[in-house]
């Protein structure tokens, strides 16, 4: 890997950081508010609705210059969504600004890679840029839990300027404030990622063009043979991972007794398991043999019930850090895959864009459905059979259609080739 590969790392590293603790400082802000439980998921939801409204146009948004100075724009508006929350805008409407920055950071963040790196070295990148990812979530919750503690947040709350009213006054104030500091981290790193000389045709401004562009790209991915698996597993993936956050942090408070705070952790403990098995991928699958992984899937959603059995933190660290593995070790060479069949069968910016849109729709639909089941009252362990049978439900219908492709022709033979 060269210079400019670490350079994005890093921009990512930080600049995700910052993401995930602003959500458990959100969450900690609609506590301190009093606002209903159930808005808690609906901070995700907010988050990510721009991923799914702008997707026809971030993609030839991020083709249109280099995509470090796209980065660098669009961690700029994270900036912004994160400076409304600190001045009393609703936590969901600011959240709502951090994703519109997100929405269009990501088709650069990915993108980038497919410009910068040949198609052999995709799945080593992606375990490289999930175990980033995995390792900026880890501390990002627990950065986000740590900061609303009373010691941490007491410690923050004792600075003052001479002459000055910052108006920080709250826990959740203070760890806004901090981590702003961390976006703007992020966006000097994003001014020093490379030009990699990519260059696309000019990029359209009519929104109605870029609507039937992106129709186009759409459809042309869903009927490519690889594409069309991978992206039903990347979908899948993280509508239930950000399912599963909310999840976790309900099942630590009624099954383990776990403040906000230490439940976030938990999170991290996943996002380790996660790491691992991103490592784990990279290591040990190559681009042709990411196929093979697909029942990796299955075995995490029939892992996952197994939650409801556990009380103790003794048994959740480890069954946690194992579905983490397992989701880690299915999906980084998923995302390798999709990434390499839509470069090959369209720019990098506008088949990421298309990514971003299927799996952030299926987070606003598993959000939503989630936000109504505990509205209803149902028990969080209800929550969790039916999240892991759905899972591996769904992963076996993925697994089939795989096996039906084939049978048809050798598909797996596609990888490195234009679509027929």
Known sequence: MNRGFYTIMAAQFFSSLADNALLIAAIALLIE???????RPLLKLFFTVSYVALAPFVGAFADSMPKGRVMFITNLVKVVGCAMMFWSVHPLAAYAVVGFGAAAYSP??????????PSEKLVA???WIEGTTVGSIILGTA???A????KVSGWLLSFEIPGVNTGVDTAAEAAIVVVAVVYAIAAAFNLKVPDTGAHYPHQERNPWFLVKDFAHCLKKLWGDSLGQISLAVTTLFWGAGATLQFIILKWAEVQLGMALSSAAKLQGVVAIGIAIGAVLAARFVSLRGSLSVLRVGIAMGLLV????????LNWAYPLLIIVGGLAGFFVVPMNALLQHRGHLLMSAGHSIAVQNFNENLSVLLMLGLYSLLIQANLSV???IWMFGLFIAAAMTLVLKRHQMNQAKFDSVSLIGKHAP
């Open 143 to 145: 950065l986000g839990g």
């Open 125 to 127: 990148a992606n375990g």
């Open 33 to 39: 508010t009093q606002a209903p439980e159930w808005m």
């Open 147 to 150: 900061l609303i503690d009373p």
């Open 108 to 117: 650069a963040k990915y993108g980038i890679l497919t410009e910068l790196l």
């Open 381 to 383: 362990n209800i929550v």
């Open 305 to 312: 019930p197994l939650m409801t059995f556990i009380s103790s």
